[in-house]
């Protein structure tokens, strides 16, 4: 049962809140497809929830509405902070706005309590950045972690974070977010549903950060991913020698052939370099101490 539920087409009317090309905005109408995206792990009590960009407020009335025990929502854009006049009230002691840019708050400072989950109809400008920061808060930060992360991106973003070796879609986020997280794709959202249109499908997914050991070599991931990835078009020999003396002896360890492209390596092949550069640097620093 949802109460005390104002339409968002009431809300935009009433502040007269055009959409923000600039900031990438699409507002999203439908109640039922909002009720869906606020329930779609199952019952919020005892969970607190942030949500980034609460815009007209629709979903943030359904997250409330399924029971979360708090919400914290950071939004940029000011008039969306005024217009949460209009729904807020039945709420004022669940909610908290906070007028930030996102990609400039440290996640850290979010996650005060758990257990607490991200959830977000994120602006499409603003989707790589922020993918990148929070998976790789989720698995640096292992005890300030979102329990889940639920986000409505783009259908191309989502089949990239999916993407399987050797496919065009397949690259750098593909590798960080499959080894740290395990990602469940719910359903598309046709384009005529939000205000106005965009040009894409969207598609709601749910990250679920994956139980990883303390030695998990994130950093060591992150710099081999860029640089294999920033040379895409090259064989990997031409990057493994930018990052080991011996890359021969490397690739004969993990029987990697260097005459392959980043793109045919495997998440687990990053994580085997991850690993043996690790090594490597471990060994080096100690050489030189000596």
């Known amino acids: 049962m949802i109460h005390n539920f104002v339409p968002v087409s009431h809300i935009i009317q009433q502040f007269n809140l055009s959409p923000n090309k600039t900031l990438g905005q699409n507002y999203l109408c439908d109640e039922n497809i909002l009720q869906d995206i606020a329930s779609i792990n ?23 509405n399924n029971d979360v025990k ?23 002691d669940r909610v908290k706005i906070e007028h930030a840019d996102i990609l400039q708050i440290e996640f850290t400072q979010l996650v005060l309590v758990h257990p607490t989950v991200l959830i977000t109809n994120l602006p499409y400008n603003i989707t790589s950045d922020f993918l990148l920061k929070a998976i790789t808060h989720n698995t640096r930060i292992p005890d300030k972690k979102f329990t889940h992360m639920t986000m409505l991106l783009q259908k191309e973003v989502v089949q990239r974070l999916q993407g399987i070796p050797g496919q065009k879609n397949y690259g750098r986020m593909s590798v960080l977010t499959q080894l740290t997280h395990e990602i469940v794709e719910h359903f598309d959202i046709p384009a005529h ?15 679920f950060p994956r ?4 030695t998990f ?5 992150e710099k081999i991913t860029q640089v294999f990835f920033n040379n895409r078009r090259k064989k990997i020999g031409y990057s493994m020698k930018k990052l080991f003396v011996d890359c021969q002896v490397i ?4 029987c990697l052939d260097l005459n392959l492209r980043p793109e045919d390596l495997s998440p687990q092949n990053y994580l085997d370099l991850a690993l043996l550069y690790c090594q490597h640097n471990h060994h080096k620093a100690k050489n030189t101490q000596a």
Request: charged content about 15%; proline content about 8%; hydrophobic content about 40%.
């Open 70 to 92: 708090h919400l914290h929502i950071i939004e940029k854009d000011r008039r969306f902070i005024k217009a949460s006049q209009g729904w807020i009230t039945p709420f004022l």
């Open 211 to 214: 139980n990883l050991k303390t």
């Open 193 to 207: 549903k939000f205000f106005p249109p965009p040009k894409i499908v969207s598609t709601l997914v749910s990250l």
């Open 251 to 254: 690739s004969n360890k993990l």
């Open 42 to 64: 199952g019952s919020l009590r005892g969970y607190s929830a942030i949500e980034i960009g609460c815009g007209p407020g629709g979903l943030s009335q359904m997250l409330l």
């Open 217 to 221: 070599p994130l950093t060591a991931i």
